[in-house]
């Protein structure tokens, strides 16, 4: 059998992950003997299809530390895009031209590294190849940090945003405790349709520090009243209460509560911001204590710095797996993580049909949450601790971390 | 002579390095032979007022990572205050019952680690000592991550903050990198009056990175037009136009370009938010641009898993120092950072004449800033990179940093 490439491209929003399956991919599919040079198409398919295409074999060839590098950098080292394959029943020019492409580079397998969206594109391309009677191998590897994935035990890069929400919550929680005032704070974490990660502040308690006081999730319809009686209540028992609500929540009608008015994405997605601000407002509105609302932001999914190495280690074996399945012959499928035991904690990684997963996303089971809605069960914290265990070695230099450029800059940025 | 005890406190706004301070300080006195017991005033000046003192020579004895651990935990083992003496020429009977305490307690030195309102504090009372003919040494430590102390040449905390921010600036770049379409990305850093944590967003800048790409000052009066203006500019040459600014930005007038209004605390000083947010108004009611604005809020004071060593180091050095300085007789001082020389960076610890320096900020020079107000210097850039330098050891247990609580909570918190 004649030598073929593989190609790989990253989509959706940034992790502090993905680089680490695309080092996986990079690692796995230059040692085998059947592949012969791993192509990278920048902003995801729009590089296929804008012929934006870069040899990464070269790369790992004139970088001796070029993996080890990528393993730790944020965000997508060959760029990201926000692109919505159409239909191909009514368009089937933008597949036949992508098919062409993979000819031109004489492409064995596509591996896409990305969320829910770039799923959805996995699955469109894979079925299409299968009525056009391809072989190329179409393969997706899980990312994000919402969690929100299904079929897939957890999530790569879930669990740095994890570690960098409870390591940043236990470093506020200290910049809080140093006054004999009473304060409310509020910490507003990422996660537009579940509540995992806003979960994941639960892990900055420990001996000393039991903040967050109240946690509150998209899964449980929230409550502007039970949320200032839930305040009060703390404010009883201790001066600095700590609150982690997800910019997700929503009333009982499935209004969000922000202090901007959501707008929708290519997706429909809604783009919400100000939830933290939004219940600062209604602690100032009615209890009379210092209130401070702080959003996380993007270093939530960025800040690598801080990362997990059981995550970065996951991803990249991801990475790896996908190139041995594709060499076994698989395709039309996603990587997931299957967990095989939480102490000690073992995993299996497996494959799953594309079309089980694409654009469904998975909530917290409400029996992981407590009964008032306002903090989460001993089983999630179980759930939550193996994820976020272990720090990456990160070299500084100048006082600031090592990573790879994003490939699609010009010298001049 | 017979032997006396020691005390210190802490005060003000919490820093990262703070602590290093006060375990140099703690390190000293427990192994001179001149002093015996180091108590520690819980809540700054207010622990000595409502007499909670704590017997920090018997948290050494007992615990033997005590010293190492404080090093590194972020904001105030000993928890803060911002509480203003009265003057005593209107009221001195809070002084008398302070040297009371100190004769309770037979102190011989009194250690106060603070910002310019705690240095107010250090001024008042050792001036109140020398009047009453006390021999009691009272010796100010500076930190402040905004370093705008006056006399030495830069502030403890400073560094840290400044490497987080760079860092953090250097993480949100490779987040924005990743689109191939035009963005604008605002970051609000802390910084009331000077603009030298602003400035230390330039440090993110390596050889792939150029971000950010404009700086505004509170040092250089703000101009909306002028603004918008450099927006467009930078726009014209790059797709992610990333923008720092401080939270202290006023115009031409003294006023404040923030979305809330400014309030004052008990010294005066106005309390800001939203200026990131209003320079983000500003761009959407003017450019077709995506923009977001991030403040990085109080992880810049607070996140001590990645402070810089020099930092820490030096703050541990101030602390050790102060002890020496009380021994050898002096009082009435603050002790200050004098640079030799930047290459190879090497410092002096000297003191200062604390009636020299209380209430009075430093600004940074006007030549450090670029004549359009939008940058810095390179003279500004070579002051900067040596107080980054090096990264402490942190230790992590089930995935989250290992500090040491502050001392004020109970154990139900």
Same mark, same amino acid.
């Given at each position: 059998?004649?030598k073929?490439?593989?190609?790989?491209a990253?989509?959706?929003?940034?992790?502090? #992950?993905?680089?680490? /399956?695309?080092?996986g991919?990079?690692? #796995? #599919?230059?040692?085998?003997?059947?592949?012969?040079?791993?192509?990278?198409s920048?902003?995801?398919i729009?590089?296929?299809?804008?012929?934006?295409?870069?040899?990464?074999?070269?790369?790992?060839?004139?970088m001796?530390?070029?993996?080890?590098?990528?393993?730790v950098?944020?965000?997508?080292?060959?760029?990201?895009?926000?692109?919505?394959?159409?239909?191909?029943?009514?368009?089937d020019?933008?597949?036949?031209?992508?098919?062409?492409q993979? *000819?031109?580079?004489?492409?064995?397998?596509?591996?896409?590294?990305?969320?829910?969206?770039?799923?959805?594109?996995?699955? $469109?391309?894979?079925?299409?190849g299968?009525?056009?009677? /391809?072989?190329i191998?179409?393969?997706? %590897?899980?990312?994000?940090?919402?969690?929100?994935?299904?079929i897939?035990?957890?999530?790569?890069?879930?669990?740095?945003? !994890? *570690?960098?929400?409870a390591?940043?919550?236990?470093?506020?929680?200290?910049?809080?405790?140093?006054?004999?005032? *009473?304060?409310?704070?509020?910490?507003?974490?990422?996660?537009?349709?579940?509540?995992?990660?806003?979960?994941?502040s !639960?892990?900055?308690?420990?001996?000393?520090?039991?903040?967050?006081?109240?946690?509150?999730?998209p899964?449980?319809?929230? &409550?502007k009243e039970?949320f200032?009686?839930?305040? $009060?209540n703390?404010?009883?028992?201790?001066?600095?209460? %700590?609150?982690?609500?997800?910019?997700g929540i929503?009333?009982?009608?499935?209004?969000?509560? &922000?202090?901007? *008015?959501?707008?929708?994405?290519?997706?429909?997605?809604?783009q919400? @911001?100000?939830?933290?601000?939004?219940?600062?407002?209604?602690i100032?509105? @009615?209890?009379?204590?210092?209130?401070?609302s702080?959003? =996380?932001?993007?270093?939530?999914?960025?800040?690598a710095?801080?990362s997990?190495?059981?995550?970065?280690?996951?991803s990249?074996?991801?990475?790896?797996h996908?190139?041995?399945?594709?060499?076994e012959?698989?395709?039309?499928c996603?990587?997931?993580?299957?967990r095989?035991?939480?102490?000690?904690y073992?995993?299996?990684?497996?494959? #799953?049909?594309?079309?089980?997963?694409?654009?469904?996303?998975k /909530? %917290?089971?409400?029996?992981?949450?407590?009964?008032?809605?306002?903090?989460?069960?001993?089983?999630?914290?179980?759930? =939550?601790?193996p994820?976020?265990?272990?720090?990456?070695?990160?070299?500084?230099e100048?006082?600031i971390?090592?990573? =790879?450029?994003?490939t699609?800059?010009?010298?001049?940025?």
């Amino acid at each position: 059998m004649s030598k073929t490439n593989v190609i790989v491209a990253q989509s959706g929003g940034p992790t502090v #992950a993905i680089n680490a /399956s695309l080092a996986g991919v990079i690692a #796995a #599919a230059t040692k085998s003997q059947e592949y012969e040079t791993v192509y990278g198409s920048l902003n995801g398919i729009l590089g296929i299809l804008e012929d934006r295409i870069l040899n990464l074999s070269d790369k790992v060839k004139k970088m001796p530390t070029f993996i080890d590098t990528l393993k730790v950098t944020p965000a997508m080292y060959l760029g990201s895009c926000r692109y919505k394959l159409p239909d191909y029943e009514d368009d089937d020019a933008t597949y036949a031209f992508i098919f062409h492409q993979f *000819k031109k580079y004489n492409i064995g397998a596509f591996f896409y590294i990305g969320g829910n969206d770039s799923m959805d594109t996995v699955s $469109k391309l894979s079925s299409y190849g299968a009525r056009i009677g /391809s072989d190329i191998r179409i393969i997706g %590897i899980p990312k994000t940090i919402d969690n929100d994935l299904l079929i897939t035990d957890h999530t790569p890069g879930f669990g740095s945003a !994890a *570690k960098y929400v409870a390591s940043s919550i236990l470093e506020i929680a200290h910049d809080t405790y140093i006054y004999a005032v *009473k304060s409310v704070t509020i910490i507003e974490i990422m996660g537009r349709d579940a509540g995992w990660l806003t979960a994941a502040s !639960a892990l900055a308690r420990n001996a000393y520090n039991s903040a967050p006081h109240l946690i509150y999730f998209p899964e449980v319809p929230f &409550s502007k009243e039970q949320f200032l009686e839930d305040v $009060k209540n703390e404010l009883k028992t201790r001066n600095n209460v %700590i609150v982690a609500v997800s910019e997700g929540i929503r009333d009982e009608n499935g209004n969000y509560f &922000s202090a901007s *008015k959501p707008t929708a994405d290519q997706f429909g997605h809604a783009q919400l @911001s100000g939830t933290g601000k939004c219940l600062e407002y209604f602690i100032k509105e @009615s209890i009379p204590v210092k209130c401070r609302s702080i959003e =996380l932001n993007v270093l939530q999914r960025c800040a690598a710095h801080i990362s997990s190495l059981t995550d970065i280690e996951e991803s990249f074996s991801l990475g790896q797996h996908a190139v041995t399945c594709a060499l076994e012959g698989q395709t039309q499928c996603m990587l997931t993580l299957n967990r095989i035991s939480n102490n000690p904690y073992t995993i299996k990684i497996e494959t #799953a049909d594309i079309r089980e997963i694409a654009n469904e996303a998975k /909530s %917290i089971p409400r029996e992981w949450i407590n009964k008032a809605g306002n903090d989460i069960e001993p089983e999630l914290f179980e759930y =939550l601790s193996p994820l976020i265990m272990g720090e990456p070695s990160i070299t500084y230099e100048k006082g600031i971390p090592v990573y =790879l450029p994003v490939t699609h800059l010009k010298p001049e940025l």
